[in-house]
């Protein structure tokens, strides 16, 4: 593995844990059940939205995605909590710190697009065939030299109006603290002229739902199903207008700052420390496509 990657200092033994309540073995299996028989469910009726979309529009399919992307993550026992409305257009460049592979379908919930993946989403079981089918863009994270490639594909993406969804941190992170936003896929929206919409993802308890380190999907998943209370909330932030920053590291620095700025109500505490939380309300507002 290239090393320039990103990492994150956090592990499942000292980060993915939570001082909370848990949910009972059979609770825990309905869940897991309940949310893989979703997931297969968007597969199936995937081909059929895709037709009928090309009659009713993309209106019609983004209804349909949040549709889904909710279902889900209401089916693995978590609680949806959407604060704000987007201030971008249609056409922009979605940027989020990065915690879970609950990230995606949390997102998804609030603003459907065209997520930037790393290839071997691609071969997640269920996962990665419906990420190939909404048309993400699958990045090599250890081959520096296809990424320009991908940046091409997402900036033309952006200027045909699709929404581009990306987790500029390049690795997930337990949620504590955050990584810096790496500047490479900021070119997208500098060539194509496209603002920026900035996202906070936040889940309490803090740790819970962390996908981080060696972490495999299975253990994640069960970590997900047998938390007590699991809340994720998504925050829309003021978007970052096209041209207002000159190149793409300076418009990284924007994007970082704005979550971070939104971050700074949170508990300041190391990636090694636990934090007790109690889940917020779930609630949600609605959000055009």
Same mark, same amino acid.
């Given at each position: 593995?290239?090393?320039?990657?990103?990492? $994150?200092?956090? %592990? /499942? *033994?000292?980060?993915? #844990?939570?001082?909370?309540?848990?949910?009972?073995?059979?609770?825990?299996?309905?869940?897991?059940?309940?949310?893989?028989?979703?997931?297969?469910?968007?597969?199936?009726?995937?081909?059929?939205?895709?037709?009928?979309? #090309?009659?009713?529009?993309?209106?019609?399919?983004?209804?349909?995605?949040?549709?889904? $992307?909710? $279902?889900?993550?209401?089916?693995?026992?978590?609680?949806?909590?959407?604060?704000?409305?987007?201030?971008? /257009?249609?056409? !922009?460049?979605?940027?989020?710190?990065?915690?879970?592979?609950?990230?995606?379908?949390?997102?998804?919930?609030?603003? /459907?697009?065209?997520?930037? =993946?790393?290839?071997?989403?691609?071969?997640?079981?269920?996962?990665?065939?419906?990420?190939?089918?909404?048309?993400?863009?699958?990045?090599?994270?250890? &081959?520096? &030299? %296809?990424?320009?490639? #991908?940046?091409?594909?997402?900036?033309?993406?952006?200027?045909?109006?699709?929404?581009?969804?990306?987790?500029?941190?390049?690795?997930?992170?337990?949620?504590?603290?955050?990584?810096?936003?790496?500047?490479?896929?900021?070119?997208?929206?500098?060539?194509?002229? =496209?603002?920026?919409?900035?996202?906070?993802? %936040?889940?309490?308890?803090?740790?819970?739902?962390?996908?981080?380190?060696?972490?495999?999907? /299975?253990?994640?998943?069960?970590?997900?199903?047998?938390?007590?209370?699991?809340? $994720?909330?998504? &925050?829309?932030?003021?978007?970052?207008?096209?041209?207002?920053?000159?190149?793409?590291?300076?418009?990284?620095?924007?994007?970082?700052? =704005?979550?971070?700025?939104?971050?700074?109500?949170?508990? !300041?505490?190391?990636?090694?420390?636990?934090?007790?939380?109690?889940?917020?309300?779930?609630?949600?507002?609605?959000?055009? *496509?």
């Amino acid at each position: 593995m290239s090393v320039w990657l990103p990492s $994150a200092p956090c %592990t /499942p *033994s000292g980060c993915a #844990t939570h001082h909370s309540t848990v949910a009972g073995r059979a609770t825990a299996v309905v869940r897991l059940v309940a949310g893989i028989v979703t997931v297969l469910a968007g597969l199936l009726i995937g081909p059929v939205v895709a037709l009928l979309a #090309t009659v009713f529009g993309t209106r019609f399919r983004h209804f349909m995605t949040r549709l889904w $992307a909710r $279902a889900v993550v209401r089916a693995f026992g978590v609680r949806i909590r959407i604060v704000g409305r987007p201030y971008a /257009p249609r056409g !922009s460049l979605v940027v989020a710190n990065h915690i879970s592979w609950l990230d995606i379908p949390l997102i998804a919930a609030a603003l /459907p697009g065209r997520m930037l =993946a790393k290839t071997e989403v691609r071969h997640w079981p269920l996962l990665g065939p419906l990420a190939a089918r909404g048309g993400t863009f699958f990045v090599e994270r250890d &081959r520096l &030299r %296809t990424l320009p490639g #991908t940046v091409r594909e997402m900036a033309s993406a952006l200027e045909g109006g699709a929404r581009v969804i990306a987790f500029p941190e390049g690795s997930t992170w337990c949620g504590r603290e955050q990584g810096r936003f790496r500047h490479a896929v900021f070119q997208s929206a500098l060539d194509a002229g =496209a603002s920026v919409q900035p996202l906070r993802i %936040t889940y309490l308890p803090t740790g819970a739902a962390a996908f981080v380190g060696e972490d495999s999907l /299975p253990a994640s998943l069960w970590r997900v199903v047998t938390a007590g209370e699991l809340t $994720a909330e998504i &925050r829309l932030l003021p978007a970052i207008p096209a041209g207002s920053h000159p190149d793409r590291r300076s418009l990284a620095r924007a994007a970082q700052r =704005a979550v971070e700025r939104d971050s700074a109500n949170l508990p !300041s505490v190391s990636v090694h420390q636990f934090v007790n939380s109690s889940p917020a309300s779930a609630s949600s507002v609605r959000t055009p *496509s």
